[in-house]
């Protein structure tokens, strides 16, 4: 037990050096001046258009890196240094969001998979903790406790597979956005690389994620079939 402790402990420690490195990524990316001038919410409208994609509205949203793509009301959401910013970090942020776009445009069944996950892991997220470590307790007195706490188990493992689920739709999203902005002269080579590298890094906090979340699952599952031994 004390072993699956100090993995979640390295994943931890691995996440937090993960998202500070991205951050460092993007705000070194950030100084790197687009040749063509173009703004995020401009690259963004540009990579639709290019896709034909008519229905979708690029809109501004609070916060830093908080830019996502609504399947729900179809719109790329651009985070406010992104949104009207000119450089390779925002130009990298708005084509990924599109690539989103571009996924559900097209039926790619990786994300209709997530997007048909999405209100189950909700639920299975918000009361999950509660089940197991509820059936834990009951287990003292009932019988029952342990398929209680189990169950518990499941719903958490259903966050987890979602995770993995994420995976090939974020690295398909960033590998269609690089696609374009080469494929259509939208970016310098310097600005390529800049692109291409701070999206690799985006993508590393998604994989941290899933190991993080598979680490926990096992942990409590462990716990649980411990406790019936206890």
Same mark, same amino acid.
């Given at each position: ?8 402990? %390295?994943? &931890?420690?691995?996440?937090?050096? %993960? ?13 790197? +001046?687009?040749? $063509? ?18 229905? %979708?509205?690029?809109? @501004? ?11 729900? +009301?179809?719109?790329? $959401? ?8 000119? $450089? !390779?970090?925002? &130009?990298? %942020? ?29 639920? !299975?997220?918000? /009361?999950?903790?509660?089940?197991? /470590? ?6 003292? +007195?009932?019988? /029952? ?16 597979? /979602? ?11 960033? $590998? ?11 970016? @310098? ?5 800049? &692109?291409?590298? &701070?999206?690799?890094? !985006? ?11 598979? !680490? ?15």
């Amino acid at each position: 037990m004390g072993s699956y402790l100090l993995l979640i402990i %390295v994943i &931890a420690a691995a996440s937090w050096w %993960v998202g500070n490195t991205l951050k460092k990524k993007f705000k070194h990316y950030s100084k790197i +001046t687009l040749r $063509n001038g173009l703004t995020g919410k401009e690259i963004a409208e540009q990579m639709l258009s290019d896709h034909g994609i008519r229905d %979708v509205k690029v809109v @501004s949203t609070p916060g830093m890196l908080t830019d996502h793509y609504n399947p729900i +009301t179809k719109t790329v $959401n651009l985070s406010e240094g992104v949104y009207m910013q000119r $450089n !390779a970090s925002a &130009a990298a %942020v708005a084509a990924h969001e599109c690539g989103h776009a571009v996924q559900h445009a097209t039926g790619y069944e990786w994300l209709q998979l997530r997007s048909t996950l999405v209100p189950m892991v909700s639920v !299975a997220s918000n /009361f999950s903790m509660y089940i197991i /470590f509820g059936g834990l307790i009951a287990s003292q +007195t009932l019988a /029952f406790g342990q398929t209680i706490a189990l169950i518990g188990v499941g719903l958490y493992g259903l966050g987890t597979v /979602f995770s993995f689920i994420t995976l090939p739709v974020e690295y398909d999203a960033s $590998n269609r956005a690089l696609d374009w902005l080469k494929r259509k002269n939208m970016v @310098s080579q310097q600005e390529l690389e800049g &692109a291409t590298d &701070a999206l690799k890094w !985006a993508a590393r906090t998604y994989v941290v994620a899933a190991l993080a979340s598979l !680490a926990t699952l096992m942990y409590l599952l462990l716990r649980v079939m411990g406790n019936s031994r206890d």
